[in-house]
Antibody, heavy 126, light 108 residues
Framework: EVQLVESGGGLVQPGGSQRLSCVASGFTFSDYEMIWVRQAPGKGLEWVSSISTGITGIMYYADSVKGRFTISRDNTKNSLYLQMNSLRAEDTAVYYC??????????????????WGQGTLVTVSS | EIVMTQSPATLSVSPGERATLSCRASQSVSSNLAWYQQKPGQAPRLLIYGASTRATGIPARFSGSGSGTEFTLTISSLQSEDFAVYYCQQCNTWPPGTFGQGTKVEIK
């Protein structure tokens, strides 16, 4: 059974830092691109960051977090991380990690998020 | 960035009735679109990918259609467990995989 379990959320002051973790089980972690998606209270879903497979995974970030957040993975520990620095009130959200599976079509790969963790709440407030 | 617009924001439906949700992309995303269901306090669940392919374990009452800029999610006969928020997401341009703002399906 595929499982993704996030941890590391909590209350942090504006300007502070927080590190989220996501431990995966039930599949070969190193074979999959991994994603962070967040959801502000009462709002919709926002893709935050992704990291590809491989030793030096290719990383992408939403403009809203670029330069402040860093995604990483440790395939030996089946773990995904999100280091969040210079946090702002607008970063308050439930953060989900998700697995991306790729569908090949017309010469390209398209990513869909087929398994999600339960989420961890990050609150940025003084 | 591609903008995804869902309508209506809220859909009131009686159990057993059909629900039709719409999603429009600001530019063509071909058939590279997903639908997710989210219940209160839960993570999203993948329902449909490739605009019309049901994900593993998704009941046949869920169906997706469309291509280009116009997409539809149809729930043929609403069950009590289907009342939730539904999001579309374009996967054609990566990154980002932009989501729509969601449609809440509520009990009429």
């Amino acid at each position: 059974e595929v499982q993704l379990v996030e941890s590391g959320g909590g209350l942090v002051q504006p300007g502070g830092s927080q590190r989220l973790s996501c431990v995966a089980s039930g599949f070969t972690f190193s074979d999959y691109e991994m994603i962070w998606v967040r959801q502000a209270p009462g709002k919709g879903l926002e893709w935050v960051s992704s990291i590809s497979t491989g030793i030096t995974g290719i990383m992408y970030y939403a403009d809203s977090v670029k330069g402040r957040f860093t995604i990483s993975r440790d395939n030996t520990k089946n773990s995904l991380y999100l280091q969040m620095n210079s946090l702002r009130a607008e970063d308050t959200a439930v953060y989900y990690c998700a697995r991306a599976f790729k569908v090949y079509s017309g010469g390209y790969y398209y990513r869909y998020f087929d398994y999600w963790g339960q989420g961890t709440l990050v609150t940025v407030s003084s | 960035e591609i903008v995804m617009t869902q309508s209506p924001a809220t859909l009131s439906v009686s159990p057993g009735e059909r629900a039709t949700l719409s999603c429009r992309a600001s530019q063509s995303v071909s058939s590279n679109l997903a639908w997710y269901q989210q219940k209160p306090g839960q993570a999203p669940r993948l329902l449909i990918y490739g605009a019309s392919t049901r994900a593993t374990g998704i009941p046949a009452r869920f169906s997706g259609s469309g291509s280009g800029t116009e997409f539809t999610l149809t729930i043929s006969s609403l069950q009590s467990e289907d009342f939730a928020v539904y999001y579309c997401q374009q996967c054609n341009t990566w990154p980002p995989g932009t989501f729509g703002q969601g449609t809440k399906v509520e009990i009429k």
